[in-house]
């Protein structure tokens, strides 16, 4: 069939019967527009549609759609939808509500309805005008980025970490219950407040200093140490790691993040160190050599005497085996 004929059979099947020249124009502007457009009657019966509608059913501009009911392409779930709209629509209701189309091929599309009531010369309502935007793309996505919010959500419930999320001013958006364990706030209490607000003067601002500069950049958030105060005023010290958040257009949207109080391995490590520290002294005061040798006798430290003895530095001798410095018979 050449495009000429389409076009005429076209014409054919949308042209509302006993229609008159000013109406027959009037169709020609609907069948030109690229959204799918809907007349129906009381009765959901089909009065006119574009070709759009035909690619969105998946029928064949061949088969001709007029007095068919509406109802054939809407899924059964939704019957009681247009029912109920339709009803609004006899009141002279306009209205936008979404429905699942059920294609001529048994396709699930999620359409959205722009309804408008049809009256004629004396303002009786005779039918609907619609217009119908297949949004099932867009419904995946929404669907999808639900499911990862949900899942996010999820984590954060079951991590013992504080998990976040700010916007592009910084402020938290999202804060999962377990803060209350970190800093006695509650979830509640933290939203709409910035990190800066949890810490002393100084520490706000060289936090914000390096927050700044990790902003601008749009870059990852990676093990930044910083301290909080709790609601009694005692210091936490917490790793920041995050990731920017961007909207769909591509616009920084803020910051997605979890933050771990490390206080306590922070204090656990300067008691090591300390420890170690003062292991070291009492070795360097004793008038002997001693060694500390590992499991696998790797040389771990050394006294000064025990360097001087064997001729090498300390640094020399950590994490050499023992036998390469003493006891070479020893070996095996």
């Known amino acids: 069939m050449n495009q000429d004929n389409l076009n005429r059979e076209e014409d054919t099947i949308n042209r509302p019967e006993n229609s008159s020249p000013n109406d027959q124009m009037h169709m020609e502007i609907l069948n030109s527009v690229m959204e799918s457009i809907l007349i129906v009657d ?10 759009v509608l035909y690619e969105l059913f998946e029928v064949e501009l061949e088969e ?46 999620t359409a959205l309805l722009s309804v408008v009531p049809r009256k004629d010369e004396q303002g009786k309502t005779t039918g609907a005008i619609a217009t119908i935007a297949d949004i099932t793309e ?51 209490e933290v939203l709409g407040k910035t990190p800066f607000y949890f810490m ?20 990852n958030i990676v093990d930044m140490e910083n301290k909080i105060l709790d609601k009694d005023g005692n210091i936490h010290i917490v790793l920041t790691n995050g990731v920017p958040v961007f909207g769909k257009n591509g616009e920084f949207l803020g910051y997605r993040g979890v933050d771990r109080d490390i206080t306590d391995q922070i204090k656990a490590d300067e008691e090591l160190n300390n420890a170690l520290k003062a292991t070291k ?18 040389i771990i430290s050394a006294n000064r005497v025990a360097t001087e003895l064997l001729g090498s530095e300390s640094e020399e001798l950590e994490g050499h085996i023992c036998h390469d410095f003493i006891c070479p018979t020893e070996i095996g």
């Not at 390096?210 to 749009?218: D, G, T, V, W």
């Not at 009492?282 to 040798?293: A, Q, Y």
């Open 281 to 298: 002294t009492i070795l360097e005061s004793v008038p002997f050599g001693i060694m500390i040798i590992s499991r696998d006798k790797r």
């Open 64 to 109: 001709n759609l007029t007095g068919r009911n509406f109802l054939d392409f809407v899924s059964r779930d939704h019957w009681d939808i247009v029912n109920n709209q339709t009803n609004k629509r006899i009141e002279g209701e306009s209205s936008r509500y979404e429905l699942e189309i059920v294609t001529a091929k048994n396709n699930r599309k």
């Open 138 to 188: 867009r419904k995946r996505m929404e669907l999808e980025l639900a499911d990862s919010e949900n899942r996010f959500r999820d984590v954060a419930l079951c991590s013992a970490d504080w998990v976040w999320e700010i916007d592009a001013l910084g402020k938290y958006t999202f804060c999962s219950d377990n803060v209350i364990r970190l800093i006695g706030y509650s979830a509640s």
């Open 200 to 219: 002393t003067d100084e520490e706000a601002k060289k936090i914000s200093r390096e927050f700044r500069s990790i902003a601008l950049n749009k870059s």
């Open 42 to 51: 009381n009765d959901n019966r089909i009065v006119f549609c574009n070709p």
